[in-house]
């Protein structure tokens, strides 16, 4: 092969491109957790020294042909949640690992079966009768808070209205007193009763 040739280079490139992906590991430690009736998550850990910019998750019912790719790069996760997942159903999951230069083989497969929905429920109504209990708490004192308020506006009625009465009672009284006041300075009184003259 000549170095100077274009394609020659090219072939190189290839050929070292592929070298570096063959001897990129599989994926160790795969495991599943958090197994539920529609998801689960698989995890995994990665040979020290790997090259490792992203995974690439292949996911598959036992019996069926079509696959699910999921692949991510740029990233340092070890795990990804697999999703829309039918009960009671066993699937196989394989991890890749992505490098610059391609991916790794296939890690050992991993199988895992997917419960029934009643199964992953039990966990729920525990959890439920938890929220209801914190619900009780927070309605209780919810009332206690809504009891003292209404108390509280009661009162400011009773005093207002205690006020009102109090200002109306006085109303008539003041009403009486600016007739008088008004009357007499209207009409002037004098003491002889006659009509003043001027003396010219």
């Known amino acids: 092969a000549n170095p100077a040739n274009p394609s020659d280079r090219v072939r190189l490139a290839f050929l070292s491109m592929s070298l570096f992906a063959d001897s990129l590991s599989p994926p160790i430690n795969v495991t599943i957790r ?5 998801s689960a998550v698989v995890s995994w850990d990665i040979p020290e020294g790997d090259p490792v910019i992203g995974f690439a998750i292949t996911q598959q ?7 699910r790719l999921i ?3 740029n990233t340092t996760t070890r795990s990804c949640a697999l999703w829309d997942l039918e009960e009671e159903t066993d699937y196989i999951v394989h991890v890749q690992s992505i490098s610059m230069f391609g991916t790794s083989p296939l890690s050992e497969p991993l199988r895992f079966r997917t419960p029934k929905e009643a199964e992953t429920q039990g966990t729920k109504n525990e959890v439920t009768m938890e929220e209801v209990g914190q619900a009780t708490q927070l309605r209780a004192g919810e009332l206690i808070i809504i009891v ?6 009661a009162g400011v009625i009773a005093l207002f209205c205690r006020q ?11 009403n009486k007193d600016k007739a008088k006041n008004s009357s007499e300075c209207s009409t ?3 003491p002889t009763g006659g009509l003043l003259r001027s003396k010219v």
Not at 148 to 153: D, K, N, R, S
């Open 34 to 38: 958090e197994v539920k009736a529609n």
């Open 148 to 153: 003292v308020v209404l108390i509280m506006w």
């Open 188 to 190: 002037p009184e004098h």
């Open 71 to 73: 692949q991510e790069v």
């Open 61 to 67: 019912k036992k019996d069926v042909r079509m696959l």
């Open 164 to 174: 009102y009465d109090i200002i109306k009672d006085n109303e008539p009284n003041n």
